[in-house]
C-alpha cells in the first residue's frame, strides 16, 4: 500500500498521535465513558492542567473528541478508531516486550509509532525496508507490524488532518 505522507507530514502525525496526554485523554474515554469536564483533573490526576487543556484542544481541533452537552468529553468515531488503533500497538508492542518488557502504555504506543514512521514516507512507500530494520523474530512478527502500518495509514488516510502540518505564522 503506497502512502501519500511526506517526511514533515509524518513527523507530525506521529508527534500527534504519540502524545502521552493525547493518549491518556482517548484512552481513558474509550475505557470508561465521556468525562465531564470538570472531572477532567481528577480523572487523570497524572497529567498537569496544561497537558490536560493542551490534550483536550488537540483532540477537538483534530475530531476525535466532542463536548456532549450534559455529558462532557466523549470519543467521535474517528477517536473510538484512534483507540482501537492504540490497543492494537500496545498488545503487540506488549507481545514482542518492546521497548521494555515492563513500560508504561503511551511509552509502547509511542514505540510502535516510531518503528512505523520511516515506511510511513513517500520515500520508503513499500513500507518493507524500514519494517525489516526492526529486527523482528520471524516473518509473522514482520507481517503483524506491517498490518499495524496498513491500518495505521487507512486510519490517517481516513483523517488527513493529523498529518496536515500546520503553516507558520511569518517572522516579523
Known amino acids: ?49 496544561h ?30 478508531e484512534l483507540a482501537d488503533l492504540y490497543d492494537a500497538m500496545a498488545r503487540w508492542a506488549r507481545r514482542h516486550a518492546v521497548p521494555a518488557p515492563v513500560c508504561e502504555f503511551s511509552r509502547r504506543i509511542r514505540h510502535v509509532l516510531d518503528l512505523l514512521a520511516q515506511s510511513l514516507t513517500t520515500e520508503h512507500a513499500d513500507g518493507l525496508a524500514p519494517l525489516s ?10 507481517a503483524d507490524l506491517a498490518r499495524h502500518r496498513t491500518l495505521l495509514i487507512q486510519w490517517l488516510a481516513g483523517n488527513p488532518e493529523v498529518a496536515r502540518v500546520p503553516e507558520t505564522e511569518p517572522v516579523a
Open 133 to 142: 530494520a526492526a529486527r523482528l523474530t520471524s516473518a509473522g512478527d514482520a
Open 51 to 80: 497537558q490536560l487543556r493542551s490534550a483536550s484542544d488537540t483532540a477537538r481541533a483534530h475530531g476525535l473528541i466532542r463536548v456532549a452537552p450534559g455529558v462532557g468529553l466523549e470519543l467521535t468515531d474517528a477517536g473510538s
Open 1 to 49: 500500500m503506497s502512502t501519500p505522507f511526506t517526511p514533515a507530514e509524518v513527523r507530525h502525525a506521529v508527534e500527534l498521535l504519540a502524545s502521552r496526554s493525547l493518549i491518556r485523554l482517548v484512552t481513558e474515554i474509550d475505557d470508561n465513558g465521556a468525562i465531564p469536564p470538570r472531572r477532567l483533573t481528577g480523572t487523570l490526576p497524572d497529567l498537569s492542567a
